[in-house]
């Protein structure tokens, strides 16, 4: 039986490392789109191995990826939201598209904002939250950043996240919280404690 779980949660909630340590536990491949905006942000994307796939669907748009070369993950991500190619609906449903091409593979971890929504046959479905005060604490240390600075990178962010989605798909993307089989607030969980609780809701199935 194949495995595909979509994980989403809150900025700075631990979506990504719980994911990625979810895939390595059970040998499975890891998609982030939130990786890949930000690897656009950093100028990493040509390194990843999907890179071909999502340029030949750019490609198809008309869309350029733009060359950026910002520092950091968080402040990248922030900065590319606020220009017209990072909030293009054109350029969000290229990454639905390419989300959408690798759900077709068997046993695969999705690590996204809108993955609860974008991937229909998910299952769990695991929303990770947190404190605001651990997140920024977290977004700091991960990107070298003042905690103050990184609390309000994580305000600005959501906002903007929240905002734009709103715009490109009509929804409120916090409310996938709703739909989740499996809630998980991470405050003081670590990310081991967390991936164990997901694989715990796998072998109920």
Not at 24 to 46: M, V, W
Not at 50 to 72: A, H, R, S, V, W
Request: charged share 30%.
């Amino acid at each position: 039986m194949s495995t595909v779980i979509a994980i989403s949660g809150l900025p700075g909630a631990g979506s990504t490392t719980v994911s990625k340590l979810l895939a390595e536990k059970l040998n499975i491949q890891h998609f982030s789109p939130g990786r890949l905006y930000k690897d656009i942000a950093t100028g990493k994307l040509a390194n990843q191995d999907y890179y071909k796939t999502f340029k030949e669907i750019c490609d198809k748009k008309g869309l350029i990826i733009p060359e950026q070369k910002n520092k950091d993950d968080s402040s990248g991500a922030l900065n590319l939201w606020q220009t017209e190619f990072g909030k293009s609906s054109e350029l969000h449903k290229a990454i639905d598209e390419l989300q959408a091409k690798l759900s077709e593979q068997s046993n695969i971890v999705f690590d996204g904002k809108l993955s609860l929504k974008m991937i229909e046959k998910a299952n769990p479905k695991v929303w990770l939250t947190a404190s605001l005060k651990e997140r920024a604490e977290r977004t700091a240390e991960r990107d070298n950043l003042k905690k103050e600075n990184a609390e309000e990178i994580l305000k600005k962010r959501q906002e903007i996240e929240r905002k734009e989605w709103l715009n490109i798909y009509g929804i409120d993307y916090w409310e996938q919280e709703k739909t989740a089989s499996l809630t998980i607030d991470t405050t003081n969980l670590s990310p081991e404690q967390t991936a164990q609780k997901i694989i715990e809701q796998l072998q109920e199935k």
